[in-house]
């Protein structure tokens, strides 16, 4: 059986969209505002008109009242600049859709072993962006994250029927992101901030095709409507799949000129982030400024096995499924290497080859508990994380050292 992700959740939607059949969704918990209905069916969809402006106007945006909230993701100048002055553990969170239950209970495992740190570094991507202000703020926040990922179904996160940019809409997913991120919250997280720790949410600018990361640390301390509002959307925007789910516009002011960017799930341009990529590169002679790197994977590595049906959504889910590991295979290589260059120590999570509950379909509540169960007790154990990426599949297990000619070197 494939594992449900959002990725299918997209590919059942353009089935609907296609065809116009019924498609039988769970019940809503509650009536979307009316600018966020889906547009009667046949009917085409209506959305303003975008403010047109230039590449020039794009380099120069900044966010109203918050010049320091964000910086390219590329940039190795700009992303130098933003770390803490102190070095210290950095924390890597993975995107995964409801797989996210692995890392959620994984950190809180490992606080209930006593083994977690103040990591002066965290960043996420997509869902790890989602739990990554609960990381971020403490253990205090461990109950909060467990609820998020083991309480939440797919009509806490989407509602099929499309938006004009969208075949789901996410209007809960928003409704939930306000409920979680609590003024209280940023205040704890704009402490953390002004202590010298750095939390960093990763989004996609389609517009200007490159990585955004934004200092949200640095949004809460602004404080104020006006900052929760800007935390809130990034962290919907880093979840956005293109296609899937709606993009978010973030409103920014270039010479005295304001318009609105287009940002989407941070994962399209790497399924974790650790620095900007040419930092990372073989070649690159950068040291990691950290004492050692925790990356948490909200993925299984090894390949899943299915008859794939000849259905769109099917050949979907498991060609996006191959892609995503083989991206998420490289990225840990590369960051493997750079810590190991750096001198800093290389620990990595990801969910157990063994692990094969069973779904019964997106934002399942029972398949997130017992995944959510794997992660803690994996957080408890003595090794919760790995030393080196986990082998390639077909990787031989040993290679003799010193084979001898004409010897049986199997």
Known sequence: MLRWTVFTCAAVAMIVASSGAP?????????????????????PSKLPARTPFTAAAEAAAVIPGMPDARFWGDSAADFEKALPSQPGPWLILSTGGSDGAFGAGLLNGLSESGKRPDYAVVTGVSTGALMAPFAFAGQRYDAAMKAVY???????IFEVGGTGESFLNTWPLKDLI????TPALLDDIAAAYHSGRRLFIVTSDLDAGRPVVWNMGAIAAHGGDDAIKLFRSVLLASGSIPGAFPPVLIGVEANGKR?????VDGGVGGQFYVAPPALLESTSDYKIPATALYIIINSGLQPDFAVVER???TILSQSVSMAIKADLRNLL??????AKHSGIGFNAATIPPDFSAPSRGAFDPNYMK?????????????????????????????????????????
């Open 23 to 43: 498609f039988a969704r769970a019940q809503a918990k509650k009536t979307p505002q009316p600018e966020a209905a889906a547009p009667a069916a046949g009917e």
């Open 150 to 156: 083991t309480q939440t179904s797919a009509a806490d």
């Open 178 to 181: 306000a409920k979680e991120i």
């Open 259 to 263: 318009f609105a960017e287009m940002h």
């Open 311 to 313: 259905m769109t959504p």
């Open 333 to 338: 290589d590369r960051a493997y290497v750079a």
């Open 370 to 410: 017992a995944l959510f169960n794997v992660g803690y007790n994996l957080g408890k154990s003595a090794t919760p994380f790995a030393s080196e990426p986990p082998p390639y599949p077909g990787a031989a297990a040993s290679v003799p050292s010193d084979p001898q000619p004409g010897g049986n070197n199997k």
